[in-house]
Nanobody
Framework: VQLQASGGGLVQPGGSLRLSCVGS?????????VGWFRQPPGQEREFVSA?????RYSDSVRGRFTISRDNAKNTVYLQMNSLKPEDTAVYYC???????????????????WGQGTLVTVSS
C-alpha cells in the first residue's frame, strides 16, 4: 500500500483543517486499519487517531478531531477543529492489517507509512 497524506497548512488557533490520506496498491476495506500520527517539533511521534470500522482517539484530540473513511475513494480523512498551537506537528498516515483495537495506538504495528504533511497552528 502506498499512502499519500495531504491537507496540511497554516491555520490560526481555533481554526479547522481536513487532512486526507489516499491509498493505492491495495483496496481499502474495513479490515485495513488506517491511523494518523504526529510529530511535534523536537518531540517524538505520537498517536492521534485510527479507524477500522470503529475509531480511536488520543485524549488530546478527542472531541476536536474526527476520523472517517471513504473506502470507495481509498481515502481516510482527519477533520481537525478547534485547533491549538500544541497541535502543530508533521502529521503522518499509516496503515496496518489484522490489528486489534488495543494496538491502534502502537506505531510499531503499522506496516505502511505515508510522507508527512505539516500543520502549523499560529496567529
Amino acid at each position: 500500500v502506498q499512502l499519500q497524506a495531504s491537507g496540511g497548512g497554516l491555520v490560526q488557533p481555533g481554526g479547522s483543517l481536513r487532512l486526507s490520506c489516499v491509498g493505492s496498491g491495495r483496496t481499502f476495506n474495513n479490515n485495513l486499519v488506517v491511523g494518523w500520527f504526529r510529530q511535534p517539533p523536537g518531540q517524538e511521534r505520537e498517536f492521534v487517531s485510527a479507524i477500522r470500522s470503529s475509531a480511536r482517539y488520543s485524549d488530546s484530540v478527542r472531541g476536536r478531531f474526527t476520523i472517517s473513511r471513504d473506502n470507495a475513494k481509498n481515502t481516510v480523512y482527519l477533520q481537525m477543529n478547534s485547533l491549538k498551537p500544541e497541535d502543530t506537528a508533521v502529521y503522518y498516515c499509516a496503515a496496518a492489517s489484522s490489528l486489534i483495537f488495543s494496538s491502534f495506538v502502537d506505531q510499531g504495528k503499522y506496516t505502511y507509512w505515508g510522507q508527512g504533511t505539516l500543520v502549523t497552528v499560529s496567529s
